[in-house]
Each structure stands twice: as C-alpha cells, then as structure tokens.
C-alpha cells in the first residue's frame, strides 16, 4: 500500500511545481538540503508567476528562481539567514533578511506566516513510509504543518538520520514526489584557522573541562578549537548544538566525545542542520549516536540550559564598549543574520557551570588596506545589535579574554580596552572619556 501510495504521488519537477501560484510563499529548502531539480522547474514558470516569495536561507547552491529574474518581478527571495549568494541579491533588492531567533522558527510559521508550498530535499522513502530530512531538519516539520501542497525532491545521497522527532515526513502528507537521483550534496569546506584563530581559541580552550557539553558556531576560530579539543586531553564531552560541521567529527573520532556527562539525550549527538565536507556527510548516515531535532528544541534556551557545563562558542564582527555585539551586519549593510547566537548566549550562561564566549579577532581590515578595530566605542551607524550587553559573558580576543558580567560601565570599557589591539588603546580610552565611561585613577 505504501509503496502504491509512493507511485501515484510520483511526478516529474515540471508537473509539481504547476502548484504554485502567483502571491504565494514558498518553503524551500535550507543549507545543504536545496531542491534544485523543483527550483530549476519553477525558473522554468517565471514568465506565468508574479510576486511568489521564496523562504529559506544559509544557501549554498545558486538558485535559479532568483538568478533568472533580474527584475524580483516574477520571484522574491526572503532569507533567514544570509549566505555569500544572497548577501549580493539583497544588495540588489532581490533578496530580504528575516530578522530571526532562530529558536523561535517554528513556532513563527505555525503562528504567524503564510505558506502555501513546502518543497524540500528529503532521503530516499524507508519501507514504512517515512523520508528523512537529512542534514537539514530545522523547521520543516512545523512549515509542513501548514503548507497547501508538500512536494519533496527525493536525492539519493541525502543521509536517513536518526532523530528525536520531527526530523521526517510520511507519505501520507506529501502531495507529490520527484526522483531526483544521485545528485551528491553541497560542500562546505571548513574556513582555514588562521594564528590568530588559534591564538584566540588558546584562551578558550582552558574554560572547557571533561564532561562539558560543545556548541560551536562557524567559521575559523571555532574550527581552530574543535581541532585543539581532538587534540587535547578532554574526555567525556557532550554535542548540543545548532549546525553540525566537520569539527565535530574530528572530535568524536579523536575519541574525545561520549554524551555519558549530559542531562538530556545523554549519549547522542544533538543538532538541527549540517553542512560540510563529504565525510560529514558520511558520519551522518544512518548513525544511531545523532540525534537530529527542529530548532526549537536545539537552540531553545529553557532546554539547553538544563545541561550543565554547556559551553558556548560564537562569533562577532564588532562590540562596543559597553559590550553591546554585532554578530550579523556591517553598519547597515546584512553579512549573514542573527540565527542562534543569543539562545547559546543566553543557554550556557544559564547552565549548571556554563559558558559563554564571544570570540573576534582584535582588528579587520578594509578595501583599501585600511586596518580598524572590531571594538569600537560605539557601534558603527546602522549596526545590528545581535547581543544586548546585560547577555553577554566572555568576550575573547587575540589579546586576551574578559569577563563582563557584574561590571559597570567604566569597568566594561576598561576590560575590552585591555583586549583590544595595543595600537587602537589610546583612541579607544578617548572615545570612553567622551562617553563618560572612563573612570579617573589617583
């Protein structure tokens, strides 16, 4: 009966996307889980459709919906989080972020937003009727709940992953299926650690102690820890977190992770979205120790902050003085969005002997060879505010890490002027005097 069912819902890309209509919204796809074989059929209806608007975000593929419509007339693109791709569409007003906690996805599109049509990527059906979402569970299940019409692009590299729940769809709730064959998934290379990421995560390092439980954002530094942490002589850590990356691997086959220490799902890896490299991909399949979730079990804060030794690291572009962090954005200008730094912020704080640590290098550099201070007195006009100050902890640079929590204001600047670049120290105890937050010694 299954499989009867399988066959009568089986059509080819150009047949399903006929669903879609003018002014509708679109769930499609997440990261390294993109239907390409549905985009590409839908770029093939542009002329027929106006105004669909298009969800998704972190992408890693070029999307021919948007690409072939120059004008945003026929498609718009509205991402959760920004991508390389789509930060170069936004800044053509084809492409919209959604400003996000990332936790609360679900329970937005269950409550709040319009969808018409889920199409996503799914593994191949399992005989009882149920196709994984793979490396991307996120917030598919709540997106399902809601859509007209499910259409999900069947690729046979896509790995079946263990779950808590929420991590597949049934036959029964799927509209059509297109087989879309072997058709491989997306590589993330890891971001090459540079000295400074090393130096960086050097400080870190010594926070973290056996049975802690790891989230790590993207990007050098983390990965530059992940490797120390293979490295290291730490035993017994747990896995909780939001994207899934290569680092974490390195870990579990330096024999450094075991679950046995966490509060919840003890034993089992936790994470809600993957990308990477092939050998991600291939840890992945089918492999009892994952547990993948939607995002607000993963990221949500009541939830992770209930293991202890929880330990947070993430990045930032810029923090002022008050330790206000920019984590999203280049003054008004989108890099990427805010995802789910403040739930890990505020979760590992919040954890039985918990952590939390923002991690930048002390300068960057512009166009022109310029080189400036990621801390600044204040905030560069238009810049988001991804932390407020009473939330963040450590904050870590090249030069050190420091503490914020309890300090004054006069005592904050003190504290991240000592972390700033030697040569930027000066300027930035003027900029504190003229904000009043410098406190006069005898």
């Excluded at 105004?51 to 007339?73: F, Y």
């Excluded at 053509?92 to 936790?103: E, R």
């Excluded at 046995?260 to 120790?289: E, H, W």
Aim: glycine share 8%; charged share 25%.
């Amino acid at each position: 009966m299954i499989r009867e069912e399988y066959q009568k819902k089986c059509v080819s890309a150009d047949e399903a996307v006929k669903v879609v209509r003018s002014g509708d919204w679109v769930e499609f796809g997440w990261a390294a889980s993109m239907p390409t074989l549905l985009d590409e059929a839908l770029a093939r209806r542009k002329d027929e459709l106006h105004d669909v608007n298009m969800r998704g975000g972190v992408i890693l593929t070029p999307i021919a919906c948007v690409e072939s419509d120059p004008t945003g007339e026929h498609f718009t693109w509205n991402s959760w989080h920004l991508g390389g791709r789509e930060r170069k569409w936004a800044q053509k007003g084809l492409a919209y972020y959604i400003p996000l906690k990332y936790s609360e996805m679900p329970r937005w599109i269950r409550e709040n937003l319009q969808t018409d049509v889920v199409a996503i990527q799914v593994a191949p059906m399992d005989e009882h009727g149920y196709f994984s979402f793979g490396v991307s569970i996120s917030h598919y299940a709540a997106a399902i709940e809601k859509a007209r019409n499910v259409i999900v692009e069947v690729n046979e590299d896509m790995p079946k992953v263990h779950g808590g729940y929420d991590h597949m769809v049934h036959i029964s709730k799927v509209d059509y299926v297109v087989e879309g064959g072997h058709r491989g998934l997306p590589i993330l290379p890891s971001a090459p650690a540079s000295d400074i990421d090393r130096q960086i995560a050097s400080y870190v390092l010594p926070e973290i102690h056996d049975g802690a439980c790891i989230q790590l954002g993207i990007g050098g530094m983390p990965n530059a820890l992940g490797q120390m942490i293979a490295e290291s002589d730490l035993k017994d850590l747990g896995i909780h977190t939001e994207m899934l990356v290569d680092g974490f691997v390195d870990m579990v086959n330096a024999g450094k992770v075991t679950g046995k220490c966490k509060n919840l799902d003890r034993g089992r890896i936790v994470y809600s979205f993957a990308a990477g490299t092939q050998k991600l991909y291939d840890f992945m399949r089918d492999n009892p120790s994952l547990a993948g979730y939607p995002v607000d079990y993963s990221n949500m804060p009541f939830i992770a902050s209930q293991i202890d030794r929880f330990v947070s690291i993430n990045s930032a572009l810029e923090i002022d003085l008050t330790g206000q962090v920019c984590s999203e954005s280049a003054g008004s200008s989108m890099i990427s969005g805010a995802g789910g730094q403040l739930d890990f912020v505020e979760a590992a704080y919040h954890s039985k002997g918990g952590k939390s640590f923002i991690c930048l290098p002390s300068t960057y550099k512009d166009k022109e060879g310029n080189i400036h201070s990621r801390i600044k007195g204040t905030m560069t006009l238009g810049s988001v505010i991804t932390d407020t100050r009473p939330t963040v902890q450590y904050v870590v640079t090249e030069y050190g890490k420091v503490n914020l929590k309890g300090l004054s204001t006069w005592q904050r600047a003190e504290a991240l002027i000592s972390i700033a670049h030697p040569d930027f120290r000066e300027e930035l105890i003027e900029e504190a005097k003229k904000l009043k937050i410098w406190r006069k010694k005898a």
